[in-house]
Nanobody, 122 residues
Framework: QVQLVETGGGLVQTGGSLRLSCAAS????????MGWFRQAPGKERSFVAV???????YYGNTEKARFTISRDNANNTAYLEIRSLKPEDTAVYYC????????????????WGQGTQVTVSS
């Protein structure tokens, strides 16, 4: 069973940046696709980005220029960097993992983290 733990959330001012981390344990994290979703208050969880086990990224309908997904397979950790933060980026950000890249792109990953809150003040 894979466990995912997100860190790096917090309160940030508009225009600031954050880097979220997702550490995977309990399995072969380097062989998993890993991704990020977010859920704003009162809204459904939405797909942000996914990165394959070999490092290929794919982004959802977010502002791609402000988001960068990356990973460090040696440490079984995925990252999501968000720049030029806006109040509308306020959400709980969830890490996800799946053996299949498509499992995350299809919004049905096998493993979820508990989420980390990002709050952007105006």
């Amino acid at each position: 069973q894979v466990q995912l733990v997100e860190t790096g959330g917090g309160l940030v001012q508009t225009g600031g940046s954050l880097r979220l981390s997702c550490a995977a344990s309990g399995g072969t994290g380097s062989q998993l696709a890993m991704g990020w979703f977010r859920q704003a208050p009162g809204k459904e969880r939405s797909f942000v980005a996914v990165i394959s086990s070999t490092g290929g990224p794919y982004y959802g309908n977010t502002e791609k220029a402000r988001f960068t997904i990356s990973r460090d397979n040696a440490n079984n950790t995925a990252y999501l960097e968000i720049r030029s933060l806006k109040p509308e980026d306020t959400a709980v950000y969830y890490c996800a993992a799946d053996r299949l890249f498509s499992g995350i792109v299809s919004r049905q990953p096998k493993f979820w983290g508990q989420g980390t809150q990002v709050t952007v003040s105006s």
